[in-house]
């Protein structure tokens, strides 16, 4: 088991851990350091196992604090999941059905019979009045 040094209120520290764990314990002892610098900025020196209370509790609260923060997001997270499946377990909505109106054959060839006509009139209207034919 190796053995790591920690600084924590000014004070050293040699504390064994698991193999591959010193990481954890340095990052661990660095916020008790924290709390400790806090306490010790306010205060001042204090006793060695009252420091290390202390900084402990403060950390328990944020903990506390941040489990609570942490339940209450789970929650939320939670029924946002429901939400979710409630949604996709309902029913498509049916297509919306569209008519658009078409024009029977027999009417567009009624108008373009009048069309034709018009046409042929306005041609002879033309003719009569010696106007040049448009195009």
Same mark, same amino acid.
């Given at each position: 088991m190796p053995d790591v040094s920690v600084? +924590?209120?000014?004070?050293?520290?040699?504390? $064994?851990c698991q193999e591959g764990?010193?990481?954890?314990? =340095?990052? $661990? $002892?660095?916020?008790? /350091?924290?709390?400790?610098a806090v306490l010790s900025s306010q205060i001042g020196r204090m006793p060695e196992a009252r420091m290390l209370l202390m900084s402990g509790l403060m950390l328990a609260d944020k903990t506390a604090g941040m489990d609570? =923060?942490? #339940?209450?997001?789970?929650? =939320?997270?939670? $029924?946002?999941?429901a939400l979710i499946e409630e949604m996709r377990s309902q029913p498509k909505p049916e297509p /919306?059905? +569209? /008519? !658009?109106? !078409?024009?029977?054959?027999? !009417? #567009?060839d009624s108008l373009a019979e009048l069309a034709a006509r018009s046409e042929a009139m306005a041609g002879e209207l033309e003719d009569r009045l010696g106007l040049p034919a448009q195009s």
């Open positions: 600084n +924590i209120g000014g004070r050293t520290y040699e504390v $064994a764990e010193e990481h954890f314990l =340095k990052s $661990a $002892a660095s916020l008790l /350091e924290t709390e400790a609570e =923060k942490l #339940r209450s997001l789970e929650a =939320k997270l939670g $029924a946002q999941e /919306e059905r +569209i /008519e !658009v109106p !078409v024009v029977p054959q027999g !009417v #567009r």
